[in-house]
């Protein structure tokens, strides 16, 4: 009896301790986190250990324990269903076993919390929503408005949305200009040849920083969009497909107008998404917020 009580004990101990780690990994602000979260997995599965070790010790008891044999099978047998008919709901056993199986689902959930870290799940409407709409014009960083005479070829250029924070996601641009001639598809979305890219990389959430300028034409035709931290690499003449690198989608472009002073502005949303293509981040078009 004492080593069922010491391992419901235990089993409750492990219990607590794993419920402790989610707790702990939802909230940044938690000094010495990083600690404080082994700390709770760790007495987690000592106590798991420890409750293993005093069940074997009961086993050992028994298997040891040497009892007489039965004088009377027969009422022996009778006494047992009376036993089991009035017995309390909560038994040692049920309630070892209800301990038990409390504490592994407990450590299960304190082992995959970590996998919230691959990306949301949940929460993903931040991804959809864009301060992007028909006619919001583009400005630099200093806020001045984008104007297409000044948009050169071989050029890089990053813009904001007027009037809308630069700092969501969805608000930075990168700006190119390629012939006309040049440009594969949504040609209509490139007045002039001016083109606009999501500058967030659809692999890592990473800025989109370079501009590679063909060295050999023959492997590469066309200027592209680089990401330096992966090296993914997008082709701007061609809707932003990746042609290098570990992103999984295109970049999303955005399409554009010239307003008759020749102001660049936005002539809608983005194509796909902004940012990296976590699970949960697919295939549903963004919002003007």
Excluded at 78 to 97: C, H, M, P, Q, Y
Excluded at 277 to 283: D, F, Q
Aim: aromatic share 10%; charged share 20%.
């Amino acid at each position: 009896m004492r080593a069922e009580r010491s391992a419901i004990a235990l089993f409750l101990a492990a219990a607590a301790a794993a419920v402790a780690f989610p707790v702990v990994y939802a909230f940044d602000g938690i000094p010495h986190q990083t600690q404080l979260l082994g700390l709770t997995l760790g007495l987690a599965l000592i106590f798991l250990a420890a409750a293993c070790w005093a069940l074997s010790h009961r086993v050992e008891e028994h298997e040891l324990e040497d009892y007489p044999p039965f004088e009377h099978e027969q009422e022996q047998v009778e006494i047992e269903r009376l036993v089991e008919a009035s017995a309390a709901r909560f038994t040692r056993k049920r309630l070892l076993v209800g301990a038990g199986g409390l504490a592994g689902a407990a450590l299960t959930v304190a082992m995959i919390t970590p996998a919230a870290s691959l990306g949301p799940v949940f929460d993903v409407a931040p991804f959809y929503r864009t301060p992007w709409k028909p006619g919001r014009r583009l400005v630099d960083e200093f806020g001045r408005v984008l104007r297409a005479d000044e948009v050169e070829e071989d050029t890089f250029y990053t813009a904001f949305p007027e009037g809308a924070s630069k700092e969501d996601l969805a608000s930075p641009l990168v700006v190119v200009r390629l012939p006309p001639e040049q440009i594969l598809q949504r040609r209509d979305w490139a007045p002039d040849g001016i083109l606009a890219f999501s500058k967030i990389c659809t692999h890592a959430s990473c800025a989109v920083a370079l501009y590679r300028k063909p060295t050999f034409s023959q492997a590469e035709p066309r200027p592209a969009l680089v990401c330096p931290c992966h090296y993914s690499t997008f082709d701007p003449a061609r809707a932003g497909k990746v042609i290098f690198g570990p992103a999984g989608r295109a970049l999303p472009q955005l399409p554009l107008r010239l307003a008759a002073n020749g102001e660049v502005a936005a002539a809608g949303n983005f194509s796909g998404p902004v940012g990296p293509s976590w699970w949960g981040v697919h295939n549903r078009k963004p919002r003007t917020e």
